[in-house]
């Protein structure tokens, strides 16, 4: 016989309990975790190669009939609570609330952080630096325009600052605003990265509104709220944060639209058994046809799978550029080490970057 809906209430209570005795217990371990390690600051907690490791087994054991995403984003709040029993971490990240930026801090650390929202990328990484913050969030390219942020790149290549995670983020824009339809819009604004990835809808629905850019997608929301006839393009965050009304969900052009933000911090971690490296390389292009390929040769030769590839100027000399590298592989794994103690006898510049484990779902 089926149970009757009392026995289920009953038997849902009972489970409730032993899962909180489990997650007290869990904290208390983890709290142990420090004791036994020496260890003082919440940051020195903060390992993301373990945290990666964790996350992946929670993947592997899930059987349902929670999603993966559900599974995992259950255990980083678990951990994120127990990381925050002393004080919590303090992340840097690029504003101001409602942007997507802050919605990836939240995605990879939990809600158990304080999040110091800064309004430009070098003040992400100088809080950072000034130890004022614990890590910082930028972000850096988005799977349907590419590059987000160029200064990000431009920042890394003088920061003594190291990346140490990354974070991919569903991008979902929703057009909002006060108005109850679409003929009473007059304006649209948001972000430039948010319009271009809109650009066929918006063409499509309001081919006579004007597109203005603002510096933020939680500016155009504000802006949606305080002025008649303006709609915003932006996530569900906004739209919570300054009361607007959701007029139509998930508007851009692809379906699977996601940015890809980096993770900052002070120093580098140990491999998590899946993981990538960036670094930074330059040659002198006086040195004939093929310097690149001569460069990154030894990836090819040592088996080493390259992601992606960036330039930007060096500001060393005029027409003098450095190639920003993703890799896959920890810089630390016999491979990778081999390729790039190789191509650092052939660089004029050379530095790595980060080396860091790849994002979790």
Not at 316 to 340: C, I, M, Q, S, T
Request: include cysteine; hydrophobic fraction near 40%.
């Amino acid at each position: 016989m089926r149970p009757t809906l009392e026995q289920l209430r009953t038997k849902i209570d009972s489970l409730d309990e032993r899962i909180q005795e489990l997650i007290a217990e869990r904290a208390r371990c983890a709290k142990e975790v420090g004791v036994v390690k020496g260890l003082t600051a919440t940051a020195d907690f903060y390992r993301p190669e373990r945290e990666a490791q964790v996350l992946r087994r929670v993947v592997e054991r899930n059987k349902g009939p929670l999603r993966n995403e559900d599974m995992v984003r259950l255990f980083r709040e678990l951990m994120s609570a127990c990381l925050a029993q002393e004080e919590p971490l303090k992340v840097a990240y690029l504003g101001p609330e409602g942007t997507f930026t802050q919605s990836a801090v939240l995605k990879h650390f939990g809600h158990s952080v304080h999040a110091l929202s800064v309004t430009t990328i070098d003040e992400v990484f100088h809080e950072v630096e000034a130890a004022v913050a614990d890590f910082g969030v930028a972000p850096v390219e988005n799977s349907s325009e590419g590059t987000v942020n160029i200064h990000t790149l431009d920042m890394l290549l003088a920061s003594p600052l190291k990346v140490c995670g990354e974070i991919e983020l569903r991008i979902h824009q929703h057009l909002m605003g006060k108005m109850g339809g679409l003929s009473k819009i007059r304006r649209v604004c948001s972000h430039p990265q948010s319009l271009a990835q809109c650009r066929a809808w918006l063409a499509e629905h309001l081919t006579d509104v004007e597109k203005i850019p603002v510096a933020s997608n939680a500016e155009a929301a504000r802006r949606a709220r305080d002025e008649d006839g303006t709609a915003a393009l932006a996530g569900d965050a906004a739209a919570e944060l300054y009361g607007l009304k959701i007029l139509f969900s998930n508007v851009e052009d692809q379906a699977d639209n996601s940015t890809r933000f980096l993770v900052v911090g002070r120093k580098l971690f140990p491999p998590s058994g899946n993981d990538k490296t960036s670094l930074l390389v330059s040659a002198r292009g006086t040195e004939g046809p093929g310097v690149l390929l001569h460069l990154l040769d030894p990836l090819a030769r040592h088996g080493v799978n390259m992601t992606r590839i960036e330039s930007r100027p060096s500001r060393r000399a005029k027409w003098d550029y450095v190639f920003f590298v993703d890799l896959d592989g920890h810089a630390e794994e016999p491979n990778v080490a081999k390729a790039l103690a190789e191509i650092q006898k052939k660089a004029t510049l050379f530095k790595v970057l980060g080396a860091y484990p790849k994002a979790v779902l």
